[in-house]
């Protein structure tokens, strides 16, 4: 029993001191950024995303050094930002301008979607992932190339702000999306923990079980990441 209690008590110091030292990195890389760069840098990768997208991830994956981390938390602002277009528009398509201020924590909820989400399954990554430790920045780098679908998904649902009809079009897209996330989070996953796919599959349904779980604690505060 204390040798189990010691051990969770070394997780969970390793796990602040991940999110700490992450936290330092997310501020060096605002602050120093330049947009122009970080904007044709993700543009590029996200085209040889598309190219050749298994490659890809599996490079992201099996990089120690932080290299993508600036990519993937420009991402993750592009993606909040998208989200932010459509929830604020949703609530003056709904409810009227001058209830846009009203709703204002909803909208707050919507656009933590992104970020909390990404980081919910990397901590349960990092924390399941016991025999090929990876870092907390390169799991986030990772878990966020695997959310690209989705990204793509919440920019072609935009369209609904031309006409709402064209969400014939999008809501299937939306799905096709998330079916093709859940499956390069396989890969992506698989690559951290350095394992073959028969392998993997069982803890990759771990991970996906421990994240439902996380999903109905925090839909209470109203968030559905």
């Given at each position: ?6 051990k969770f008590s070394i997780d969970a110091e390793n796990l602040k001191n991940e999110t700490v030292e992450t936290a330092k990195k997310v501020k060096e890389s605002v602050k ?190 109203g968030i559905y990441i």
């Amino acid at each position: 029993m204390e040798e189990n209690n010691e051990k969770f008590s070394i997780d969970a110091e390793n796990l602040k001191n991940e999110t700490v030292e992450t936290a330092k990195k997310v501020k060096e890389s605002v602050k120093g950024a330049n947009i122009k760069e970080e904007t044709k840098a993700t543009k590029g990768f996200v085209i040889e995303m598309f190219k050749n997208s298994l490659e890809t991830i599996k490079e992201v994956a099996e990089s120690n050094s932080g290299k993508y981390f600036k990519t993937a938390l420009f991402l993750i602002i592009l993606w909040t930002i998208l989200v932010f277009i459509g929830s604020t528009y949703s609530t003056i398509h709904y409810w009227g301008f001058s209830r846009v201020f009203a709703n204002i924590l909803n909208v707050l909820k919507r656009i933590l979607t992104p970020a909390l989400g990404i980081l919910v399954y990397s901590i349960i990554v990092l924390v399941i992932n016991k025999n090929n430790k990876k870092s907390l920045i390169d799991v986030i780098s990772t878990v966020t190339i695997t959310q690209i679908p989705l990204m793509v998904a919440t920019l072609v649902s935009l369209l609904t702000i031309i006409s709402s009809e064209i969400s014939i079009v999008t809501s299937p897209f939306a799905a096709l999306c998330e079916t093709v996330a859940i499956v390069l989070g396989f890969f992506g996953f698989k690559y951290l923990f350095g394992e073959e796919c028969k392998t993997f599959i069982k803890k990759y349904v771990i991970i996906q079980l421990a994240y439902q779980v996380c999903y109905v604690v925090i839909s209470l505060l109203g968030i559905y990441i």
